[in-house]
């Protein structure tokens, strides 16, 4: 058994306070002095780190200053007054982007993976700094995307599976069976009642708040208000079962099926608007992605391929066989714009240019531990990625190295992958 969540809860606030006290302990001009010998990059991510150092680094200008110098031979430049606070934002934005990107192509890459559950799962969640895990055992559990350590736990109904979850700050939302749960980040939990809750099979689930939208077996997406707990919606999708689900910005549910299409609905208009179709035969559409910046739509499908649909166009933009088989998940990092990753059944972890469908990188685990410490589940090993040559033979590499790869997410310069395995695997891009 894991720790409970008060006792974790009380471990982690200590460290924040002990981490806060630390911070604010150096002084005002030593912070300063330590600042400007830092590049643009480094005191982007320093401003990143608390309340306290963002105020320092801000009143001294340093980030103005660099991004003035950066900007002096561009053809826009004038002056310093043009470094607004919004193009400042802009400009860090795209840098960052531009390091993930590097980093994912060409970086080095460390490899930690640590035991999670005590029998395999298949589906993994990362955003904010944690990781959510599960989908075997009658446990979710959320890691510490720094200590790799398990801070809440959050137990399923004996009688029903997890069949698909996502979370924010607050909550987690859940399918389970044929209901909708919510778990609080208080430890309370709520499941929608029968008489209201339950519907057809659902085979997966998105949620936008205040709905949650389930793809079910009938070929029906049902729409569900999460605070008063009542179906608001059914929306016809297809004839056969929806296998996945995405949700964009702008109120359209995107649903894949077993014959290769993907299905646009309206949740306003209650209708279909469009069916997106490949231009070759690309298998059943096994896991979607929406990139709200760009308007793409990413799919991979049974048959190994990846392939992207314009949603303002509605058009077909690229389709790439990037494996033997099938391709479980496609993620990209919010808000960029240029990289997509790509894991399935051969185990190998490729990074696809979002534009052309082009494989920048494909990587697998070495073999040999390099190390290992021990944490609340067991051990913690780290081991290193390997870049692989267009021209290797992936099945020269031993599966053990790459088992399937069922669910990943993506952050800054990281990836975490499930394996339907007991271990987390967290691959770490340096550049």
């Not at 049902?222 to 109120?251: E, H, W």
Request: proline content about 3%; overall charge positive; some cysteine.
């Amino acid at each position: 058994m894991g720790p409970t969540p008060s006792s974790a809860n009380d471990r982690s606030e200590r460290k924040k306070r002990n981490v806060k006290t630390t911070i604010q302990s150096l002084e005002h001009d030593t912070l300063c002095m330590i600042f400007a010998l830092l590049d643009f990059f480094d005191l982007a991510r320093c401003s990143a780190v608390c309340k306290y150092w963002n105020t320092i680094i801000n009143k001294s200008k340093l980030l103005r200053e660099f991004y003035a110098k950066q900007k002096q031979n561009s053809t826009d430049f004038s002056n310093k007054s043009t470094c607004s606070e919004t193009s400042l934002k802009t400009y860090l934005e795209e840098l960052a982007m531009e390091h993930h990107r590097f980093s994912l192509q060409e970086g080095l890459i460390n490899i930690d993976q640590w035991k999670g559950h005590s029998v395999g799962f298949n589906q993994c969640r990362m955003k904010m700094g944690l990781i959510l895990t599960g989908k075997g055992d009658k446990v979710m559990r959320l890691w510490s995307l720094e200590s790799y350590k398990c801070v809440e736990e959050y137990s399923v109904p004996d009688t029903v599976p997890l069949v698909d979850f996502d979370f924010d700050e607050s909550k987690i939302v859940g399918l389970v069976g044929t209901r909708i749960c919510i778990w609080r980040r208080n430890g309370k939990r709520s499941i929608f009642p029968s008489n209201e809750g339950t519907f057809a099979k659902g085979l997966c689930m998105r949620y936008n708040d205040p709905e949650a939208v389930v793809g079910c077996e009938d070929g029906t997406a049902r729409l569900f208000d999460m605070y008063s707990r009542k179906c608001s919606q059914i929306i016809r999708m297809r004839a056969g079962p929806v296998t996945c689900l995405c949700l964009s910005n702008d109120q359209l549910i995107l649903s894949g099926s077993s014959l290769g299409s993907i299905t646009v609905s309206g949740i306003l208009s209650d209708q279909q608007l469009a069916t997106l179709r490949s231009r070759i035969t690309i298998g059943g559409i096994k896991t979607l992605c929406y990139n709200a910046c760009s308007h793409l739509v990413f799919a991979g499908s049974t048959s190994g391929y990846t392939s992207c649909w314009d949603l303002r166009t509605m058009r077909s933009l690229w389709e790439t066989r990037v494996s033997p088989n099938v391709v479980y998940s496609v993620q990209h990092l919010q808000s960029d714009k240029s990289t997509l990753v790509v894991g399935g059944i051969d185990g190998v972890l490729r990074t696809l240019d979002q534009n052309t469908g082009q494989v920048l990188a494909s990587c697998v685990m070495e073999g040999n531990a390099l190390s290992s410490s021990q944490n609340t589940y067991g051990a913690t090993e780290k081991r290193k990625g390997r870049r692989l040559s267009e021209d290797m033979p992936i099945d020269s590499i031993p599966k053990s190295y790459r088992p399937p790869i069922t669910c990943l997410a993506v952050g800054m310069k990281k990836v975490v992958t499930a394996h339907n395995g007991r271990h987390i695997r967290l691959w770490k891009f340096n550049s």
